[in-house]
C-alpha cells in the first residue's frame, strides 16, 4: 500500500473503541501500542489495561452485549422448561401475564441500555476532547463502537468488520436485525476507510453502499508465523498429557451456529473405526446448557471416555494443542475468517470446515482441506475417515499446500505493516490536515 512515511508524518494519535474482551481485538490493538509512531487510546466496556495507552472504561458491564445496539433480548422468559397447562380461561389470563412481564421486562432493560448508552457517550466526549486522536479506529460496529457518531465528524474514522457485522447476523430477532442494519448502512458510508478479511464481506459492504476505494481487505492480526509453525507432535500431547493415537482438536466453543453437536454424533463412528481417537474441545464460548448436554450424548453414544473438555485456553498456549492435532474442525454455519483455522494451517494441520463462502476463499475442497455441510455428521465422519487413512498421502498435500497459502495471505507481520500503513494515510490525508488547522473538536 504507497502512501507517505510514517517517519516523515510524525506520531499518529489513534483512539481504538472495542467492545467486550477479545483475544483477536487485544492482538490487533498491541500491534499499534508497540509501534512508537502511534499514540494509543483504548476506550472499551473492557479494561484491556494496554501498558504504554491510556484505557478508558465504558459503564457496560463486561459481558453484557447492549443489542447491536441498546434493544435487548426477546427470548421467552424462563419458565424452567415447562410449559403452561390448558386449562380454558385460567391459561388465557396466565399467557397474558407472561407477555405483560415480558414487556415490563424489556422495557426495563431498554431504560437501562439507553441511560447507559447516554452516560458512556459523554465519557467519550470527554476522552475525544482530551485526547484529540487524528484518527478513530472501530472494533466492529457493535456496541460501543457506534457511539462515535456522536463525535464530530471532522475527525476520520476506519471501521474493521468482523465477527459476522456485515455478513450475517449474531440475533435473528426483527427489531435488531433492523437496528443494526441501519447503524451498519450509516456507518459504512461515514468511515472514511474500511477492513474487511473477505472477499465475502467486502461485497456486503458494498451492498450496504460503501464506496469501493474506501474497503481494503487486511487479514490482520493473521498468524503470528514465529509462534504458529509446525512443531513436534509427541512433545506437544506429552506437555498436555494427552495419550491418545490420534487427536481431534475443536477450538471454536460449542453450539449454536458453531454446530458442536454434530461434530459429537459424528465420533460415535470415528471412534468404531479408530478407537484410539480423542476429540479435544477448548474455549469458554458455549450456550446456556449446551456442555451439559454435549456430555450427555456422549455417554448416550458410549463415547464419553473420548472427549476432553479443556474450556478458555490462552492464545499463548495455542501452539501445543495445534502441534498435538491429526485434524482441525470447524464447521460453523456462518463465519468471518476464522483466525484459529489459520493457525492450525500454520502449524501443519489438516482442516476440516464448513462449506460456507468465507471458508471457500481459503479451501479448496480436497485440495488442502475438507469442505462439509455444517449440519451433516455423516460426511464429516467420512472426511475425517479419509484424513485417518491418509491414502495418497493426502495429509502431506493438504499440509504443504496450506502452508504455502497462510504465508502467501496471512502474515501477521506483513500484514501488521500493511494497517499501520492505511491507519497512517487515512489520519494524514491532506485534506484532513487542512481541515485539522480549521476545526474546532
Given at each position: 500500500m504507497?502512501g ?10 489513534v ?5 467486550g474482551?477479545?483475544?483477536h ?5 498491541q ?6 509512531l ?7 466496556t ?9 484505557n ?8 453484557s ?27 388465557k ?7 405483560k ?5 424489556l ?8 441511560r ?15 485526547c ?8 466492529t ?9 456522536f ?5 476520520p ?11 450475517w ?28 478479511n ?14 469501493k476505494?474506501?474497503?481494503h481487505?487486511?487479514?490482520y492480526?493473521?498468524a ?8 513436534g ?27 458442536s ?22 474455549s469458554g ?7 451439559e ?8 453414544l458410549?463415547v464419553?471416555g ?23 474442525i470447524?464447521?460453523s454455519s ?6 484459529c483455522?489459520?493457525?492450525a494451517?500454520?502449524?501443519?494441520v ?11 476463499e ?11 455441510p455444517?449440519?451433516d ?6 472426511k475425517?475417515t ?17 502452508l ?5 495471505r ?21 485534506a ?10
Amino acid at each position: 500500500m504507497e502512501g507517505n512515511s510514517p517517519s516523515q508524518m510524525g506520531k499518529t494519535r489513534v483512539m481504538f473503541l472495542a467492545w467486550g474482551y477479545s483475544i483477536h481485538a487485544k492482538r490487533r490493538i498491541q500491534l499499534f501500542v508497540d509501534d512508537p509512531l502511534f499514540d494509543v487510546t483504548v476506550v472499551s466496556t473492557h479494561n484491556y489495561d494496554f501498558k504504554g495507552a491510556r484505557n478508558i472504561r465504558l459503564g457496560t458491564a463486561q459481558g453484557s452485549n447492549p443489542a447491536c445496539g441498546m434493544v435487548p433480548d426477546t427470548k421467552e422468559p424462563d419458565t424452567g422448561g415447562d410449559s403452561i397447562p390448558s386449562y380454558g380461561a385460567t391459561t388465557k389470563a396466565l399467557k397474558l401475564l407472561v407477555r405483560k412481564n415480558r414487556l415490563l421486562f424489556l422495557l426495563a432493560h431498554l431504560f437501562r441500555d439507553i441511560r447507559t448508552a447516554i452516560r458512556d457517550v459523554g465519557i467519550l466526549r470527554t476522552a475525544f476532547r482530551t485526547c484529540h486522536p487524528d484518527t478513530i479506529f472501530l472494533q466492529t460496529l457493535l456496541y460501543p463502537s457506534y457511539l462515535s457518531y456522536f463525535l464530530p465528524r471532522c475527525c476520520p474514522v476506519i471501521i474493521t468488520f468482523w465477527n459476522g457485522d456485515v455478513t450475517w447476523w449474531a440475533k435473528f430477532n426483527g427489531i435488531e436485525r433492523l437496528l443494526k442494519r441501519q447503524i451498519v448502512t450509516y456507518g459504512v458510508r461515514r468511515a472514511r476507510a474500511i477492513t474487511v478479511n473477505s472477499e465475502t464481506a467486502s461485497n456486503a459492504c458494498l451492498g450496504y453502499g460503501a464506496e469501493k476505494g474506501k474497503i481494503h481487505i487486511i487479514r490482520y492480526p493473521g498468524a503470528d508465523l514465529e509462534r504458529f509453525r509446525p512443531a513436534g507432535k509427541d512433545e506437544a500431547r506429552k506437555r498436555l498429557g494427552i495419550d491418545f493415537g490420534k487427536v481431534v482438536f475443536c477450538p471454536r466453543g460449542l453450539g449454536g451456529y458453531l454446530n458442536s453437536d454434530i461434530i459429537v454424533e459424528a465420533s460415535a463412528e470415528i471412534i468404531r473405526k479408530y478407537p484410539d481417537t480423542l476429540f479435544l474441545f477448548v474455549s469458554g464460548v458455549a450456550g446456556e446448557g449446551d456442555l451439559e448436554r454435549h456430555r450427555a450424548r456422549t455417554r448416550e453414544l458410549g463415547v464419553e471416555g473420548h472427549f476432553r473438555w479443556e474450556g478458555h485456553v490462552s492464545w499463548e498456549e495455542m501452539p501445543s494443542y495445534y502441534n498435538a492435532a491429526d485434524v482441525f474442525i470447524s464447521i460453523s454455519s456462518h463465519d468471518s475468517l476464522p483466525n484459529c483455522m489459520i493457525e492450525a494451517m500454520a502449524c501443519g494441520v489438516p482442516v476440516i470446515m464448513g462449506d460456507i463462502p468465507q471458508i471457500r476463499e481459503w479451501i479448496t475442497d480436497g485440495e488442502n482441506g475438507f469442505l462439509v455441510p455444517p449440519r451433516d455428521h455423516r460426511a464429516l465422519a467420512g472426511k475425517m475417515t479419509e484424513l485417518f487413512s491418509n491414502e495418497n498421502r493426502i495429509r502431506d498435500s493438504f499440509i504443504a499446500r496450506s502452508l504455502a497459502l497462510v504465508k502467501e495471505r496471512a502474515d501477521g507481520r506483513r500484514n501488521a505493516e500493511i494497517i499501520k500503513q492505511l491507519v497512517h494515510n487515512t489520519a494524514w490525508a491532506s485534506a484532513y490536515r487542512e481541515n485539522m488547522k480549521a476545526r474546532n473538536c
